[in-house]
């Protein structure tokens, strides 16, 4: 064993002989206790993501498992109350996304909305009188739900377009989603306000819901 | 003064010492001043070592049901939260150079003070090894590297020690 070894052995073993600290009990307990709030706080804030990553990811795998030539649309996932609200507004989210995702069939988007009756002829008129890609065009986000109750929650939504023969841009606009037949829906009223602003159309003709026609 | 003979936490400490609040409360009072000699030796200052040591002790108390050997993983926690003070430190001394003046007290000899010039897995090595009295093997699982690696860090640092204590 060289000289310097030693030296340093002993060096430190007298150094570490002067440390006089004393532990700390409830310095610690407080510790824990902000580290355990931080780490509640972190989780979370995960999980509310991680919810919404994965109706994201549902709705994305969705989409791109296409099967006989029309792609599959997800439908959302049974919601039994507004309780478990971070999965509502997921699903609510992903009602949204895919009543106006491009490839959806009319059946598809229509079974997502709450009374949907005529709304089909809407549809069929978009496509003769304004572009015939302006369904797929448009892009609809759900930026807030507020719930009122169980079964009922205001939305704040954005839709953007790139279809310049209707409008290119974004609008934020606010609607609703209902929780019918097991699923969570876009009110009539919500999906109208999206055609409205996707049936603007050059010519003289706009599209229009029949109820809401003025 | 005498040297006072290395800490041998393991020969004391029951194996399956890892459940329960009680045994976490246990090993805190018991590995308490061990770990604040090991920080302080690590970082050069006192203040700073209890507020490593504590912190070190709410992450075991974190993965207490995962650690396997508490003691050990405590061991390591402190030396990675020390390498992570070093690390911190001489962040702030490039963004406050004038601030960099800190708490280190152990600049009154030219041991203490080529120690704490030595990059911070180099002291670790030579105080794990030199005071904790570890063997390669176990240095290497507390710096997550090889025994190998281990020695070469020992050897370098005990060559610029050299340098200061036999010029």
Same mark, same amino acid.
């Not at chain 2, 700073?48 to 993983?73: C, G, I, M, T």
């Given at each position: 064993m060289s000289d310097i070894e030693d030296v340093v052995r002993e060096h430190l073993a007298v150094r570490a002989a002067h440390v006089d600290l004393? @532990?700390? =009990?409830?310095?610690?307990? @407080? =510790?824990?206790?902000?580290?355990? *709030?931080?780490?509640?706080?972190? +989780?979370?804030?995960? @999980?509310?993501g991680g919810a919404a990553l994965a109706v994201v990811l549902v709705v994305g795998l969705a989409y791109f498992t296409t099967s006989g030539g029309s792609p599959s649309v997800r439908t959302p996932v049974q919601a039994t109350s507004v309780t478990d609200r971070n999965v509502a507004r997921a699903e609510i989210a992903g009602a949204y996304m895919t009543v106006f995702q491009p490839g959806a069939t009319d059946a598809q988007r229509l079974a997502l909305v709450d009374d949907p009756r005529g709304l089909q002829s809407v549809i069929n008129a978009l496509r003769k009188y304004a572009s015939q890609s302006a369904l797929e065009t448009v892009r609809v986000h759900v930026d807030r739900a507020t719930f009122s109750d169980a079964t009922h929650a205001a939305i704040a939504f954005t839709i953007t377009s790139t279809n310049s023969a209707s409008f290119a841009g974004v609008m934020h606009k606010t609607g609703g989603a209902v929780f019918v037949d097991g699923k969570w829906k876009l009110t009539r009223a919500s999906f109208c306000t999206v055609m409205a602003e996707a049936g603007k159309v050059t010519h003289d003709k706009r599209v229009y819901c029949p109820d809401a026609a003025p | 003064m005498d040297p006072e003979p290395r800490p041998d936490p393991d020969a004391e400490r029951p194996d399956t010492a890892r459940s329960g609040r009680a045994d976490f409360a246990e090993l805190y009072e018991r590995a308490y001043p061990e770990m604040a000699r090991l920080a302080v030796l690590l970082t050069g200052s006192r203040?700073? /070592? &209890?507020?490593?040591?504590?912190?070190?002790?709410?992450?075991? &108390?974190? /993965?207490?049901?995962?650690?396997?050997?508490? &003691?050990? #993983?405590? +061991? =390591?926690i402190v030396v990675n939260e020390c390498t992570s #003070? &070093?690390? *911190?430190?001489? =962040?702030? +001394? *490039?963004?406050?150079?004038?601030? *960099? /003046?800190?708490?280190?007290?152990?600049?009154? !000899?030219?041991? @203490? !003070?080529?120690?704490?010039?030595l990059a911070p897995r180099q002291r670790a090595a030579i105080v794990l090894r030199y005071w904790h009295g570890c063997s390669e093997a176990e240095i290497a699982e507390v710096l997550r590297c090889r025994p190998g690696t281990v020695g070469s860090l020992v050897h370098r640092g005990l060559a610029e020690l050299r340098q200061v204590i036999e010029p």
């Open positions: 004393t @532990s700390d =009990r409830a310095d610690l307990d @407080s =510790r824990m206790t902000r580290s355990n *709030r931080r780490h509640d706080t972190v +989780r979370n804030g995960l @999980s509310l | 203040e700073n /070592a &209890h507020d490593v040591v504590q912190e070190s002790f709410v992450r075991l &108390h974190r /993965a207490w049901d995962r650690a396997e050997n508490p &003691h050990a #993983y405590l +061991r =390591r #003070y &070093h690390r *911190r430190a001489f =962040r702030q +001394r *490039r963004v406050q150079p004038l601030l *960099r /003046a800190e708490n280190v007290e152990f600049a009154a !000899d030219e041991i @203490s !003070d080529a120690l704490a010039r």
